[in-house]
């Protein structure tokens, strides 16, 4: 069973509640590092402008390149989840190697600015869906853009398009996450 995110392209408005969350509960300090991400894309000229946004973290990837690239074990994938974790303490940093960072297509992989920074990144909540809950930047939104749960279901519940504006599925690290484009 692989667990992952859904997003809901048309639901989004850009609010950052997701971020925040985020950022909230795990003492995120460091402005420079973003565990989920919001962007927002423009396209098209007056009178026909489009705006959408993509809020997005770690893939939790059914062949994450991140943890293959990684020379020390630090990334691993469980097993009976296919949930991404880091171990923090084996990390050798971003100045003796971040070939992580490197290696994954979304950008998920992120060091502070410290010079003594481990890799940090989305663990989608892996401690909340251990007590049967949603991570928090799904409790968070609210346009309820954002659901997680086995990838199976979340096809089942809502299709199965994984790309949309401002994300492109890589068919070698098979992101596990669905999506809702906006148009």
Known sequence: MEFGFYFDQARCTGCYTCNV???????????SVHWRKVSQFEWGKYP?????????SCSHCENPSCAEACPVNAISKREHDGIIVVDREACLGAEACGQCKDACPYGAPQFGKGEDDTMQMCTLC???????????????????ALD??????????????????????????????IVKPRY
Not at 156 to 176: H, L, N, V
């Open 148 to 177: 997680s749960g086995p990838l199976d279901e979340l096809k089942r519940k809502y299709g199965d398009i994984q790309t949309t504006d401002g994300f492109t599925y890589s068919p070698a690290t098979k992101p596990s996450i």
């Open 21 to 31: 969350a985020c950022r909230d509960n795990y003492d995120v300090d460091d402005c």
């Open 48 to 56: 026909n402008v489009h705006l959408a946004y993509v809020s997005l």
């Open 126 to 144: 892996v401690e909340e869906i251990e007590k049967g809950k949603k991570p928090v930047c799904v409790d968070a939104c609210p346009m309820r």
